[in-house]
């Protein structure tokens, strides 16, 4: 069954103006510097910026990088645009919330088992609360994932059915992948099955869709990852964002209109 709209579902013209003003896309907050050090730290082989991929020796030239970013994300291909403002295409991002539309439908439909994680739990968390409401009440069952899991030093917990990283009794903001190595782990150990899809952002969705499980994440326009997974194919969808705006309830309309387009709502 369909759950409750609890925010009117946008047309696709007022989605993007809404992520235009709220700057989730559009002119954002990241810098063009910021951008382009983190495309060069992945180029130049920093794992961290890896997002758990196995990106071999395909991603060398930060160029080649750029010009993925500017195809799938929207930033300027300008090799000479070095500092200042940088963008996401609002239109890509709908089009990429309409492409993640698709996979959620197929997941209701054939009611799939899913993953819900987040490494941004002070942006995107009641992103994906709000999603997995509507995948349960569509029928899917959301993986309870495996107690006392550990990694980097801090806890694996789940928060309103959202796996997140947990240290000193505060959910942090985490690139790693190894949160969703450990549930996948923890599953694996404890005889469970791994879920049959993903939706997450930043080394969760890297880690998931690098395991071979079917995934969909959100991510910034400096973390070029998910970008060149989506393009190699390993990551199904990349939905490009500011994942941390100056209220999570910004992106209220935009998971309506996502799981409207799902027809989840």
Not at 94 to 116: D, G, N, Q, Y
Not at 124 to 133: E, F, K, N, S
Not at 134 to 157: K, M, S, T, W, Y
């Amino acid at each position: 069954m369909p759950s409750t709209p609890t925010t009117p579902i946008p047309s696709r013209s007022e989605l993007i103006d809404h992520l235009v003003r709220t700057r989730i896309a559009g002119a954002v907050a990241t810098p063009r510097e910021n951008n382009l050090d983190h495309y060069r730290r992945l180029a130049q082989g920093d794992r961290n910026f890896w997002f758990g991929l196995e990106l071999g020796d395909r991603w060398t030239d930060e160029q080649d990088v750029l010009a993925v970013m500017a195809e799938r994300c929207g930033v300027s291909d300008d090799l000479e645009h070095r500092s200042g403002q940088d963008t996401i295409d609002p239109e890509l991002t709908a089009a990429a919330l309409e492409r993640m539309a698709i996979v959620l439908r197929k997941a209701a439909e054939s009611r799939l088992s899913v993953l819900l994680a987040t490494g941004h739990p002070g942006g995107l968390l009641d992103v994906h609360r709000t999603t997995a409401a509507a995948l349960r009440a569509a029928g899917c069952e959301i993986v309870a994932i495996p107690f006392g899991l550990r990694a980097d030093d801090g806890n694996v917990h789940q928060v309103a059915d959202v796996a997140v990283y947990e240290r000193g009794a505060s959910l942090w903001h985490t690139h790693s992948p190894h949160p969703m190595a450990a549930i996948l782990d923890g599953l694996a150990a404890g005889g469970r099955p791994l879920p049959d899809l993903v939706v997450a952002d930043h080394g969760w969705a890297g880690c998931a869709a690098q395991r071979g499980v079917d995934a969909v994440g959100y991510a910034d326009s400096n973390d070029p990852a998910l970008f060149l997974a989506e393009a190699e194919g390993t990551l199904q969808v990349a939905v490009p964002l500011d994942d941390h705006v100056a209220d999570p309830r910004f992106y209220e309309p935009m998971t309506a209109y996502l799981l409207g387009a799902a027809g989840l709502l």
